[in-house]
Structures are given as C-alpha cells and as structure tokens.
C-alpha cells in the first residue's frame, strides 16, 4: 500500500488533466519558444546492415534551464536492440560535422567514432563509423524516418512568488511528429501535460521503428516549489502499422493473455527484481487490470518501472529484459530486426 501511495500522484501527472496548475495549452502558448529538436535516422551499411541513430539539432539561444539540451543523441541496431539505445557523447567537429562517440555504461567513451554529415535539408546523410582495433572504417548512408519538434516556456510561478522567491515556471518538451492523426494527438496530449507549479520536462520518444511496429515512451519529470526531489512518470504506446493505419496495440497483442503464460511472465520479472535488490519486488507481476511498460523488440520485451512502482525513489528507474527463448510458448508478433 505504501508503494500504491507514492505513485498515485505520478500516475496523476500522466492520466488526468492538471490539477496542481492549470497552465492552459503549453504547446500553443504566447510565449513559447519552438524549434526543430532533431530526428530519429535510419542508417545502411555497405552490407544492407540497418542501425537507427537520434540526433540533436543545434538549438536557438534563450532557452530556459536545460532546454537546450532535451534531445538526446543515441543509437541502436535493430537485429540485436534489447530496449536501451546507446547513448551518444557530441565531440569537437569541423562546422557542419557531428563527431559522436558511444557510451558505455560506466560512462567512459566506447574505443569508437562516428562522423555525420547531414544534407542541407536534414533529411538525409552520410557518415562514417570507425573503430580502433582492429582499425577499421565503413562508410554508411542515413535518412530521417521521424522529426522532433520541442517547444520552451518560461513565466512567473504564482506558488513561488507566495513564498517570496522569484524562481520561475520552467516547461519543456521534446516529441516525434508524423503527420498521422491517430499519433499525433496523443503525442501532443502526452507532450502538454504539466501539474506541477515550478518545472515540467516532457519528453515521448520513439522506442522502435519498423515497417510493421512503433513503440513510444512518454515521461515526465515535474517539480514542485521546495520539494525535496522531482517526481518520474511514464507511459508506453505500441501501435501496428500497415495498411496506411496506426492501430493502437495492447500487451496481449505480443504475449499470450492466458493464466499459465501470466504466471510464467509474473514470475520471471518478480525473480528478476528481487535480483536487483527491489524493495518490493513482488509488485512487478503483471497486473490483469493495468498495462504493463515494456518494448517489444526482436529478442525479446523490456519491461520498465516507474520510481515507486517496485522499489524506492533511491532506486531508480528499474528495467528487466526477457528474451524471446524466456517467453518460449508465450511470445508472439515481436517485431523484425530488418
């Protein structure tokens, strides 16, 4: 019950309308700024071999607190992603380039490069990927499959200014658009929400992209004047494509909805949260009147918990990959790896 407690408000935040703060429509405010964010690129090796990289776009000046840096550079490949893109350190280029070398998770830059050029329009380029040792260098050719758009607001928090602080409203948020009316517009509603009364950071994310599957993650970070940390919420969306249609797609449409496949799921994400030392791990079987979060992925699924949902605030954003042999029996329509 402690654990329903604490994520009630989270789940607030990402369900229902305002209710802390009634900010109006954020994304269409007077005094926004909005700016083209970056954009989700395919990539081919000379080998036909696909990988699929976000870049930031450079972004205006102006922009209040870490606006600016709400994109982020990361990148996959599609044949072995298990639901977390690697993330991308920007280095010292030549105007027009971006150098780019991974992280690992220790933080430390991985032993290689990549190098980008995109064309004038932004939707398409060229790189190359080198690595060290042993030393070797493959050309590759790059096109936008999706663009980000990100908007900026800044005004006077009424709560604040009550406490005699002239800390003000910070709103910020990054998100694909595709130019379907289905998608769009619960991208748009998940990118405008904000309840809290000093800072709001939205952020919905593509997860994959096929021919056949689309998976968005949305989350939030809010704060509160004087709080003593932020709160996360977050949502995931899958949807089918084919046909000219995005068809919103449930959980059961990738793992089977009988009893014997519920508990042989329940029981490897509970086995394996009380491995990470979660505080309440057993809260991590799948509940039959909620949808769970997770990325289907040509491996396997991600599964992904908020703070609060399985374990302490101090224990993060929990995470548990199942792979397709795990589910063996269970498992159905995971998306292609190209």
Not at 18 to 45: N, S
Not at 70 to 86: E, S, V
Not at 226 to 249: C, D, E, P, Q
Request: aromatic share 10%.
């Amino acid at each position: 019950m402690r654990a329903v407690a604490c994520l009630l408000p989270a789940l607030l935040a990402l369900t229902g309308p305002a209710t802390a703060q009634d900010h109006g429509d954020l994304l269409q405010a007077p005094e926004r700024i909005e700016w083209e964010a970056g954009g989700l690129y395919e990539g081919r090796f000379p080998d036909g071999r696909p990988f699929q990289v976000a870049l930031a776009y450079p972004a205006p000046g102006g922009l209040p607190g870490d606006a600016a840096k709400i994109m982020d550079n990361a990148y996959w490949f599609p044949r072995d992603y298990m639901g977390k893109a690697r993330s991308l350190a920007v280095l010292e280029a030549p105007v027009g380039v971006t150098n780019l070398a991974p992280l690992l998770d220790s933080g430390a830059q991985a032993p290689e490069r990549f190098s980008i050029a995109l064309d004038a329009d932004r939707h398409t380029g060229k790189g190359s990927w080198t690595q060290e040792e042993p030393a070797k260098t493959l050309p590759f050719s790059l096109k936008r499959i999706v663009a980000y758009h990100a908007v900026a607001v800044t005004r006077p928090s009424p709560q604040a200014q009550a406490e005699g602080s002239d800390q003000p409203f910070v709103f910020s948020a990054v998100f694909p658009v595709f130019g379907d009316e289905v998608l769009d517009a619960w991208v748009r509603e998940m990118a405008g929400r904000c309840d809290a009364d000093t800072e709001c950071t939205n952020k919905i994310l593509v997860r994959w992209h096929s021919k056949g599957q689309l998976s968005l993650d949305a989350s939030a970070w809010t704060f509160g004047y004087g709080a003593a940390h932020g709160n996360y919420a977050s949502l995931m969306r899958h949807y089918a494509l084919g046909g000219g249609k995005a068809v919103h797609t449930r959980f059961t449409g990738f793992v089977d909805a009988g009893t014997a496949c519920r508990d042989k799921v329940s029981a490897a994400l509970v086995a394996r949260l009380a491995e990470q030392g979660l505080s309440w791990a057993e809260q991590g079987a799948l509940d039959v009147f909620r949808e769970p979060k997770f990325i289907p992925t040509p491996t396997g699924i991600e599964f992904h918990w908020d703070p609060y949902e399985v374990g302490s605030f101090a224990q993060g954003i929990p995470s548990v990959f199942l792979t397709r042999a795990g589910l063996e029996g269970c498992v159905r329509n995971l998306p292609h790896g190209g």
